[in-house]
């Protein structure tokens, strides 16, 4: 089990920047993806940035060169730095973690509660 808490949402101006947290409780040593999605009023969610096993990173198109996702292994935390905003940023961002039990070929896959994000032009 993984238990995901994402903060750091709130209200910037366009051009701003936000850093947002996921914070994991458990079995974080199983976790072989751990990323952030977002979903927009009225949209589907949707893949911003994600960090696979064996450090490879993926970052949606709309995002890259003023997102940057981060791990800090100590802290058992996920950051997303975003950087200068852009009001069509603006959507609640949920953390997102994938666990692999190897003995058993067995995938879970857990969510956050999410954070808002508001971007104001």
């Known amino acids: 089990q993984v238990h995901l808490v994402e903060s750091g949402g709130g209200l910037v101006q366009a051009g701003g920047s936000l850093r947002l947290s996921c914070a994991a409780s458990?079995?974080?040593?199983?976790?072989?993806?751990w990323g952030w999605y977002r979903q927009a009023p009225g949209k589907q969610r949707e893949l911003v940035a994600v960090?696979?096993?064996?450090?490879?990173?993926d970052y949606s198109d709309s995002v890259k060169g003023r997102f940057t996702i981060s791990r800090d292994n100590a802290k058992n935390t996920l950051y997303l730095q975003m950087n200068n905003l852009d009001p069509q940023d603006t959507a609640v961002y949920y953390c997102?973690?994938?666990?692999?039990?190897?003995?058993?070929?067995?995938?879970?896959?857990?969510w956050g509660q999410g954070t808002q994000v508001t971007v104001s032009s």
């Open positions: 997102n973690a994938i666990t692999r039990v190897v003995a058993l070929s067995k995938e879970y896959e857990y």
């Open positions: 458990g079995s974080i040593f199983a976790i072989k993806s």
């Open positions: 960090q696979v096993s064996g450090g490879i990173l």
